[in-house]
């Protein structure tokens, strides 16, 4: 069992710069994939980025390629990821997963993840 608490979320202007935290607790952190997700008013939940158990691989939705980097530090059981260049159109609940999937591809599909948080509210005014 693994639990999951984000952080980092609020009001930034276009252009600007936030850092979201998921801590997570339970065991065996370093042994998940990991996930974000965000999900806009009126939208469907969708995938933003993901990362592999030892950090070696990453994905990332193609409209934050270049923008946002996700990492992790399996010493703090905790991923983060870190949002620059914030447009309004990323506004959102960000949301972190947790997945026991060994075929990497498919940190990029929500039914891949047992575990989510609460959610974090991201909000990019223009």
């Known amino acids: 069992q693994v639990q999951l608490v984000e952080s980092g979320g609020g009001l930034v202007q276009a252009g600007g710069s936030l850092r979201l935290s998921c801590a997570a607790t339970?065991?065996?952190?370093?042994?998940?994939?990991m996930g974000w997700f965000r999900q806009a008013p009126g939208k469907e939940r969708g995938f933003v980025a993901a990362i592999s158990w030892g950090g070696g691989t990453t994905y990332y939705v193609e409209s934050v390629k270049g923008r946002f980097t996700i990492s992790r530090d399996n010493a703090k059981n905790t991923v983060y990821l870190q949002m620059n260049s914030l447009k309004p159109e990323d506004t959102a609940v960000y949301y972190c997963?947790?997945?026991?999937?060994?075929?990497?591809?498919?940190?990029?599909?929500?039914?891949?993840?047992?575990?989510w948080g609460q959610g974090t509210q991201v909000t990019v005014s223009s």
């Open positions: 997963a947790a997945s026991d999937t060994r075929l990497l591809p498919l940190l990029k599909l929500s039914g891949t993840y047992h575990y």
């Open positions: 339970g065991r065996g952190f370093n042994n998940y994939g």
